[in-house]
């Protein structure tokens, strides 16, 4: 790619994450329903995913270049999730139907555990590797609740130092696989707890981080969960005035 072009994606990247932005401005002040909201923020979104994969395969060709640093990893993941979503990937979540090489076979259950594993391990030692280990679980098995809740929560996690395009790339991949998670399996604490973090961390929502957050106090979270729930309720409860 040469660098007029990677200029000319870099423009439109800047004008697609205005847009977003634009929108949500647009949607807190009434000025637009959620029909529109919902099909303007998913053209936007996908073709912003299209860009920054563009972007940074354009970079990676650049003479002298350096190892890509973690959060240019996880935008072209949450790109590649985007773009799996648009092509159907969620379609194929939320009505249960198998994919290419799925089967119900134990060999399926197998991978999973193995996958799974190996994933849990790596969760904060590698997040971005962990991500793409939870992809792989999720090409077997779309509604597998640990993989879509884990996937979210690390692409929210890293993407909290990151650049303002990829941090909305997060909040969109992040939120989407979080509720899927949750219509999935209502009861999970887990989903509830980091969709309360992430409305809070990545989008200044916190009446929305307080609902989600109250659920999963009440469900008894996992221990390691419950610490990053009693910290930022209190700072959700700060920002409320409560």
């Not at 660098?3 to 807190?28: G, M, Q, T, V």
């Not at 053209?43 to 912003?48: D, I, L």
């Not at 890293?158 to 209502?186: C, D, F, S, Y």
Request: hydrophobic fraction near 45%; charged fraction near 25%.
């Amino acid at each position: 790619m040469n660098p007029d072009e990677l200029a000319r994606l870099e423009e439109e990247r800047s004008f697609l994450l205005s847009s977003l932005r634009d929108l949500e401005r647009e949607r807190e002040a009434g000025d637009i329903d959620d029909i529109d909201y919902a099909a303007l923020h998913n053209g936007y979104t996908q073709r912003a995913a299209e860009v920054i994969k563009l972007i940074s395969r354009g970079e990676a060709l650049l003479p002298r270049r350096q190892s890509r640093p973690l959060t240019q990893r996880i935008a072209v993941v949450v790109g590649v999730l985007v773009l799996a979503v648009g092509a159907g990937w969620l379609v194929a979540a939320q009505s249960g139907q198998r994919l290419p090489g799925q089967s119900s076979s134990g060999g399926i259950e197998d991978s999973t555990a193995t996958l799974l594993a190996q994933a849990r391990a790596i969760n904060f030692s590698d997040p971005a590797a962990a991500i793409e280990t939870y992809s792989e679980i999720l090409k077997l098995n779309p509604d597998h609740v640990e993989a879509l809740t884990y996937r979210s929560w690390l692409i929210a996690l890293v993407a909290r130092e990151a650049t303002e395009e990829v941090k909305l790339m997060a909040l969109a991949a992040a939120t989407q696989g979080l509720g899927h998670a949750i219509e999935v399996e209502p009861d999970y604490p887990d989903a509830h707890c980091f969709l309360g973090i992430v409305r809070f961390r990545l989008a200044g929502d916190a009446l929305g981080a307080k609902e989600e957050l109250d659920i999963c106090a009440s469900m008894n979270p996992p221990a390691e969960v419950q610490g990053f729930v009693d910290s930022i309720r209190s700072e959700v409860a700060a920002a409320l005035g409560e």
